[in-house]
C-alpha cells in the first residue's frame, strides 16, 4: 500500500465517522517498512531535540533596574538614586510625590521567659511604619528603603531586609511607571525589668 493509498484510506475512515480502533487497526495493516518508520521516528526525534535546545539556552539576565533611594523619614537620598537623573532639585525636595510616612505606629508589651527555671521579663518596644513609594519615572525602578536602626534595635519586618550594615536594614521593592508600592518596615527593642521580690 502506497502513502497516497494510506491518506485516501484515512480520509475514508475519517468522512465515515470510524471509530479511532478502526483506524489504528487499519494503519496497522499497511505495509510501511521498518526502514520508512523508523526513519519518521528519527526525523520528529531530531526536530524535538533541536527545538528542545533551543528553548534550554541560557538566557540573557535582564539588565538591573534603576534605582530610587530614600531614608527611613522618606528623604530621597540623590547620592545613591540613578533613577533620578531626570529630575530637577525642586522635583527632589518635593520628595513627598515619591515616598511618604504612613501607619506610622509604636506599642509596648511585656514579654516573659522561663530559662533555666528563672523567670525572665522584658518590656518590649515595637516601632512599625509603611512607606508609600510612587514610581514617578516613566521606567521600571526598584526602590531602596535603607532603614538605619537605633542601638540595640532589631528588624522585625516581613519581608526581611535584603542585607543589613552596621546599624542599616536595606529593603528593595520593584515598581512599574506611575505604580504606588507599600513597604512595612518594622522594628523592636526589649530592655528587662528588674525583679522586685
Excluded at 521498518?34 to 521516528?41: D, H, W
Excluded at 526598584?142 to 532589631?154: M, S
Aim: hydrophobic share 40%; aromatic share 4%; charged share 25%.
Amino acid at each position: 500500500m502506497t502513502w497516497l493509498h494510506l491518506g485516501l484510506r484515512l480520509r475514508i475512515l475519517h468522512n465515515n465517522q470510524a471509530p479511532v480502533r478502526k483506524l489504528i487497526w487499519r494503519m496497522s495493516k499497511t505495509r510501511l517498512s521498518v526502514a520508512a518508520l523508523l526513519g519518521i521516528g528519527i526525523a520528529l526525534g531530531f526536530c524535538h531535540l533541536s527545538a528542545f535546545s533551543q528553548s534550554s539556552a541560557p538566557a540573557q539576565p535582564p539588565a538591573p533596574l534603576k534605582e530610587i533611594h530614600v531614608d527611613r523619614r522618606c528623604k530621597i537620598l540623590p547620592d545613591e538614586s540613578d533613577a533620578l537623573s531626570d529630575l530637577t532639585e525642586a522635583d527632589l525636595r518635593n520628595h513627598h510625590a515619591i515616598c511618604r510616612l504612613e501607619s506610622v505606629h509604636t506599642s509596648h508589651h511585656v514579654e516573659e521567659a522561663l530559662r533555666g527555671g528563672v523567670m525572665l521579663r522584658n518590656m518590649v518596644t515595637v516601632a512599625e511604619q509603611e512607606y508609600l513609594l510612587q514610581n514617578v519615572t516613566s521606567e521600571p525602578v526598584t526602590f531602596v528603603v535603607e532603614h538605619v536602626l537605633p542601638d540595640d534595635w532589631k528588624v522585625d519586618s516581613d519581608p526581611q531586609p535584603v542585607k543589613i550594615v552596621d546599624n542599616k536594614a536595606f529593603f528593595r521593592v520593584n515598581a512599574e511607571p506611575g505604580q504606588i508600592v507599600r513597604m512595612h518596615v518594622g522594628e523592636h527593642h526589649a530592655d528587662p525589668i528588674a525583679d522586685t521580690d
